[in-house]
């Protein structure tokens, strides 16, 4: 069935380093692939998504990469700040479905 | 423009007793999806629903769960019997369309089972 791996499971930077997760997909029909921010005890929110017609986007400090080829995608922070510490998930959605299939999270603790 | 709305947000049963959650999705938004969140990890698909009709329940265990979205008024998911293992934050999200379309999640309930 389908799966989406997410590393690293937890991954500390100091303030203004950039930080970057890595998920890997299986299903190659997948063509849409949101991450969601979510703080302790609130709501995943979205904040990035990307379509398998591009390679990248950006949205000042937050990137998304995606390689079709090799089934991976990343998200990409740049000059980290506190308040980016939260965990993130990765999501993938096959073409021609509406299930989502979430990563397992990444805990992100920037270190002021 | 209210986002998406649950309630409640925490809800404590007994063993046994019966779990209702509801969702109210956003404004034009006509699908929407429930998800499990147990302490530590993902989000878990359980079941995606459109107005009066359930589109996909292969994430919902087969007994003891059921879920709904009328015609009229909020989606519910029921959970009868509790036992401790359901214990976990319950996610709502919407869309305004099914396939691949942006899903935004509403604040969840957290179920505790004493």
């Known amino acids: 069935g389908e799966n989406v791996e997410q590393h690293p499971s937890t991954l500390s930077v100091q303030e203004g380093d950039s930080a970057v997760i890595k998920c890997t997909y299986s299903d190659s029909a997948s063509n849409y692939f949101p991450w969601y921010k979510q703080e302790l005890g609130k709501r995943p929110q979205l904040i990035i998504d990307i379509r398998s017609n591009v390679g990248e986007k950006k949205d000042q400090r937050i990137a998304v990469t995606l390689n079709k080829t090799a089934k991976h995608f990343s998200l990409h922070i740049t000059e980290t700040q506190p308040e980016d510490s939260a965990v993130y998930f990765c999501?993938?959605?096959?073409?021609?479905?509406?299930?989502?299939?979430f990563g397992t999270g990444t805990r992100l603790k920037v270190l002021a | 423009n209210a986002g998406v709305m649950q309630n409640p947000r925490h809800l404590v049963r007994r063993r046994g007793q019966e779990a209702r959650l509801r969702c109210s999705p956003m404004k034009g938004h006509s699908h929407v999806y429930w998800y499990r969140q147990l302490p530590e990890e993902g989000l878990k698909f359980m079941v995606y629903?459109?107005?009066?009709?359930?589109?996909?329940e292969s994430g919902m265990p087969k007994e003891r769960f059921s879920a709904e979205f009328p015609k009229e008024g909020p989606s519910i998911l029921r959970i009868q019997q509790v036992v401790r293992g359901d214990s976990a934050a319950y996610f709502c999200?919407?869309?305004?369309?099914?396939?691949?379309?942006?899903?935004?999640f509403g604040p969840g309930t957290r179920l505790t089972v004493t």
């Open positions: 999200a919407s869309s305004p369309g099914g396939q691949a379309a942006e899903q935004y």
């Open positions: 629903l459109q107005k009066e009709n359930i589109i996909d």
């Open positions: 999501a993938a959605v096959t073409s021609g479905t509406y299930k989502y299939i």
